[in-house]
């Protein structure tokens, strides 16, 4: 079975600090996802990586970095967290045409800022 | 850019009851994949349709994708309380390289 894991079930940080979330897949999958999830508005694409190092803005890039530096490892990066970042923060991992294949999903990080 | 659709936003069934959500693409998609959310889960693969007007099945679950490729639906024949949960449709934009989700649809069901 594929696992994707994300570092934290659950974060607090405050207005202005950086935060880093964590997802590693253990299935040598290439395309790796970070969404986030708020209700009403589903799932929305923030950034993706076809391959190391490699990355490409989603829907709502914006206030976000990513990180690629080892094909397991995908990092989301607030680079000044402000409070309309609160929301769940789901990764996802897909092997091969990322379009076209499943993805699957780590448990989720429930991110707060005040 | 590309739009995925999904009504009804929520639904609330007796058990036993039979359920439909709708999804619609402004664009016609190559494939269309569902998911389904447990309360207090992340989202889960469920199955994806490839071919126009291809109607496949999962045990009380029914999938069919649209002859234009640009709607879908899910059907469960006669709810259990284990169906709650939140079903997401996505479709492949353009490029193909990335995949676009709609709103979900909350089903709950009362015993």
């Known amino acids: 079975d594929v696992?994707?894991?994300q570092s934290s079930r659950y974060l607090v940080k405050r207005t202005g600090e950086k935060v880093f979330l964590e997802c590693v897949q253990d299935m040598d999958?290439?395309?790796?996802f970070w969404y986030r999830q708020d209700p009403g508005l589903g799932l929305r694409l923030i950034y993706f990586s076809y391959d190391v190092k490699m990355k490409e803005k989603g829907d709502?890039?914006?206030g976000y970095s990513v990180s690629r530096e080892k094909k397991e490892r995908f990092s989301l990066i607030l680079e000044s967290a402000s409070t309309n970042q609160t929301?769940?923060?789901l990764c996802a991992?897909?092997?091969g045409d990322s379009g076209l294949r499943p993805q699957h999903f780590g448990d989720g990080t429930r991110l707060s800022i005040l | 850019g590309q739009q995925v659709m999904q009504i009804p936003q929520y639904q609330h069934v007796q058990e036993g009851e039979d359920?439909?959500?709708y999804c619609n693409s402004s664009t016609t998609l190559s494939n269309i994949q569902w998911y389904k959310q447990r309360p207090g889960g992340h989202p889960v693969f469920l199955i994806q349709l490839v071919k126009s007007g291809e109607v496949k099945k999962q045990k009380r679950l029914t999938f069919q994708f649209g002859e234009a490729k640009k709607n879908s639906s899910l059907h469960i024949t006669a709810t259990q309380t284990t169906d709650v949960g939140t079903y997401f449709c996505a479709?492949?934009?353009n490029a193909g390289n990335m995949l676009t989700f709609g709103g979900g649809t909350r089903l709950m069901v009362k015993p």
């Not at chain 1, 999958?29 to 790796?32: D, I, K, Q, R, T």
């Open chain 1, 3 to 5: 696992k994707v894991t």
């Open chain 1, 29 to 32: 999958h290439e395309n790796m």
């Open chain 1, 60 to 62: 709502i890039p914006e």
């Open chain 1, 87 to 89: 929301s769940m923060y």
């Open chain 1, 93 to 95: 991992s897909s092997f």
């Open chain 2, 19 to 21: 359920f439909t959500t």
């Open chain 2, 91 to 93: 479709g492949p934009n």
